[in-house]
């Protein structure tokens, strides 16, 4: 089945830096990809949509210059969480829309610190 | 807008017993609807989707359009069942997920 391939599982930043995190669909083409953030113990937020070739899309709320997605192939999509603080700290999640459904990544448990 | 909602934040039942997580949906067309299902330490997988009408591990969910319903059963539940369980809506073509909250399945011994 389709396989989405999200890296690093885990990074520790400091206040201030960036971060970046690769979303990448193993075996399909991605056109559209998802971002979410999951709070402990919550439900999956989606922070944007993210289109091959063309800007995302986010959500009300989400800012925009903070949360930097490209997505420059049908096979990768990069969130990059610029000037991190501690209240960033989250789990990322990544998905593409696939045949069957939509296929998530591992995830990535960011923490500024 | 659309909207999912998971009234159980936690479900707990005996082995062997029946389960249903339930689930209701507001969307003005026609939804596709999933469930997803997160076990301890591992990534969200697809359980189930509305228009395959499958069987998966024993799970079965029936749309019901007329009450906006979409609950998630089992006959007898499995202590491997024990899992957190979302249920989520597309408005077709690959468009984005809207997740309900989440159902946090406990299977007692």
């Known amino acids: 089945g389709a396989v989405v391939s999200q890296h690093p599982s885990r990074v520790i930043c400091k206040s201030g830096t960036s971060v970046k995190i690769e979303c990448r669909s193993l075996d399909f083409q991605a056109t559209t990809m998802f971002w979410y953030r999951q709070f402990p113990k919550k439900s999956l937020m989606l922070m944007a949509t993210?289109?091959?070739?063309?800007?995302?899309?986010?959500e009300q709320g989400v800012e925009k210059d903070k949360f930097l997605i490209n997505h420059a192939s049908l096979t990768l999509s990069t969130l990059t969480v610029t000037s991190a603080h501690p209240e960033d700290s989250s789990f990322y999640i990544c998905s593409a829309a696939d045949n069957y459904g939509y296929t998530f990544g591992s995830g990535t448990r960011l923490t500024v610190v | 807008a659309q909207r999912v909602t998971q009234p159980e934040k936690l479900l707990s039942v005996f082995k062997g017993a029946p389960v249903e997580l339930k689930c209701n949906y507001s969307y003005s067309g026609s939804p596709e609807l999933f469930w997803y299902v997160q076990y301890s330490r591992q990534r969200l997988q697809l359980l189930l989707r509305h228009i395959s009408r499958e069987s998966i591990k024993g799970f079965t969910a029936d749309l019901n359009k007329g009450e906006t319903s979409f609950h998630l059963k089992k006959p007898f539940a499995q202590e491997e069942d024990s899992a957190m369980y979302y249920c989520?809506?597309?408005?077709?073509?690959?468009?984005?997920?809207?997740f309900g909250t989440g159902t946090q399945l406990k299977v007692e011994l």
């Open positions: 989520a809506l597309s408005t077709g073509g690959g468009n984005k997920l809207t």
């Open positions: 993210s289109n091959e070739g063309s800007k995302a899309t986010y």
